[in-house]
């Protein structure tokens, strides 16, 4: 099965500074790769995803980067707010509905 | 907008008790799962369902079951419960592909903390 290692478990940063999670996976038939933002007692939400077919994704603030051949993708947030402070996830799947989550990043970001 | 709702949000029991925990989902999808939640170990797959009376073994389904009679609504059962099952359990449903999703998107429930004594 899919087996998605997340680094690192844990991220400082001040605030306006950059932030980069990396993910890997195993699977080469992986094409989907969701990353979730859960902030402090609440429910994961998703923020953004990419799929396989595409090597970069941005939202405002934040971008996905694939690099398939790797076997890895990375989560960048740039000029980072304390609001960005949350324990972040990437997930892999391959088509199905069951992705296969990695162990977590908690960001702190310090004002 | 997709509402997950959990039927606690903290739980305590007792060791050897059977304990439900509950959810239920608005948006008629087809595909729930739950979860839990570790420090350290993310998020774990239990048990999913991609339709009624469906039921799939995840990654850790020892000591829980499940039940879903209902479309909208999944329940985990844990049979006898133990010390190790303390723990936050997340539910979460999505929307098959084949009917029209455009994504794996996964909607959360809010979660259960449960505290097994």
């Known amino acids: 099965g899919e087996n998605v290692e997340q680094h690192p478990s844990t991220l400082s940063v001040q605030e306006g500074d950059s932030a980069v999670i990396k993910c890997t996976y195993s699977d080469s038939a992986s094409n989907y790769f969701p990353w979730y933002k859960q902030e402090l007692g609440k429910r994961p939400q998703l923020i953004i995803d990419?799929?396989?077919?595409?090597g970069e994704k941005k939202d405002q603030r934040i971008a996905v980067t694939l690099n398939k051949t790797a076997k890895h993708f990375s989560l960048h947030i740039t000029e980072t707010q304390p609001e960005d402070s949350a324990v972040y996830f990437c997930?892999?799947?391959?088509?199905?509905?069951?992705?296969?989550f990695g162990r977590g990043t908690s960001l702190i970001v310090h004002p | 907008d997709v509402k997950v709702t959990q039927s606690s949000r903290y739980l305590v029991k007792r060791t050897g008790e059977k304990v439900f925990l509950e959810c239920v989902q608005d948006m008629d999808h087809e595909n729930m799962f739950w979860y839990r939640q570790d420090p350290g170990l993310g998020l774990r797959l239990i048990y999913f369902s991609y339709d009624v009376k469906m039921k799939e073994k995840g990654d850790i389904p020892e000591g829980y079951s499940v039940s879903r009679e209902k479309k909208e609504r999944f329940s985990l059962i844990l049979e006898s419960a133990s010390t190790n099952q303390t723990s936050m359990y997340l539910c979460?449903?999505?929307?098959?592909?084949?009917?029209?999703?455009?994504?794996?998107?996964?909607?959360f429930g809010s979660g259960t903390q449960l505290s097994v004594l």
């Open positions: 997930a892999a799947s391959r088509g199905s509905y069951i992705p296969t």
């Open positions: 990419i799929r396989s077919n595409v």
């Open positions: 979460a449903s999505s929307f098959p592909l084949l009917q029209g999703a455009t994504n794996e998107k996964l909607f």
